[in-house]
């Protein structure tokens, strides 16, 4: 009967939900197969989505991925937004800021280097911790951490010696996004980044429209022509741009796994499907 009650028939009983939901819901749902959003969701999630509707700051949500959406493939993935139109984004170590802003990090997770150094430590972080180094030799592991498990193993004290795992602010990235030797950012050193919004005007340079040729062209559906270090739209010449829409910065909750703005741009308004509600996990 313990088993029946304690473990049997909460299953049953979210399997039944969860099959009620889904048919309920079957166009409004998604499945996470992915840990980049770990630890707030995990791979193999079951996502309820709603319509979207006012977005706001820390909202996870379900979006077109805007660089490969002209593929056939099932390419929706669930983001979270950090960055609403018109805010300067800026990742400086890891630290995320808006607007200059430091924001809270509780819900993330980070790759953490650690160092043990006495058996004591290695079987102290595989029993209290989970964290199992690969490398016996010299008994070392860079593995994802929740922000919260973080803390406490700080406060703890047992495990001394860890580090944070930060690239070089001056080792850039030529995969992320913009794609350009111009910008030296990577994973750790990301921006600043305005994120446009409608009715924002742009100074025309040659660097900032690397930066948002990209959104100018796919989704403007406005082709800014650049002749002796001059900028012509439909023949005129043009000192400014206005953008027509919002766009958004989405990151991972697992910050180092980098599949989200910083790969693939900015998210135009039109790309967000919806927004998460609820979730069931088996």
């Known amino acids: ?84 139109p018109g805010d300067t984004v800026e990742i400086k170590a890891k630290k995320l800021f808006i607007n200059g802003e430091l924001q809270r990090t509780d819900f993330c997770q980070f790759d953490r280097k650690f160092c043990f150094f006495s058996i004591n430590e290695l079987k102290t972080a595989a029993r209290r911790y989970n964290i199992f180094p690969v490398n016996n030799t010299d008994m070392t592991q860079t593995v994802a951490v929740p922000e919260s498990l973080f803390k406490k193993i700080r406060k703890e004290n047992i495990i001394k010696n860890f580090s944070d795992n930060v690239l070089p602010d001056d080792l850039a990235d030529r995969s992320l996004y913009p794609f350009s030797r111009l910008y030296n950012w990577n994973r750790d050193f990301y921006g600043p980044l305005v994120v446009p919004k409608k009715g924002l005007t742009l100074k025309l340079s040659i660097k900032s429209l690397i930066l948002y040729r990209f959104l100018i062209e796919k989704f403007e559906g406005v082709k800014i022509v650049v002749q002796d270090n001059k900028f012509y739209i439909d023949g005129k010449p043009v000192l400014t741009y206005t953008f027509k829409h919002d766009y958004y910065f989405v990151l991972n909750d697992y910050r180092d796994d980098v599949s989200d703005s910083r790969t693939f741009g900015l998210v135009q308004r039109d790309l967000v499907l919806g927004k998460y509600f609820y979730s069931v996990i088996f």
Request: charged letters at 25%; aromatic letters at 10%; glycine letters at 8%.
């Open 1 to 84: 009967m313990k088993f029946y009650y304690g473990w049997f028939l909460p299953f049953v009983l979210a399997f039944i939900i969860s099959s009620l939901l889904y048919v309920a819901f079957r166009d409004n749902v998604c499945i996470v197969r992915s840990g980049g959003m770990m630890p707030t969701i995990v791979k193999g999630e079951i996502l309820l989505v709603k319509n979207a509707g006012k977005i706001q700051k820390n909202d996870i949500l379900l979006i077109d991925n805007p660089i490969r959406r002209d593929n056939k493939k099932d390419i929706h993935t669930v983001k979270r937004c950090v960055g609403l």
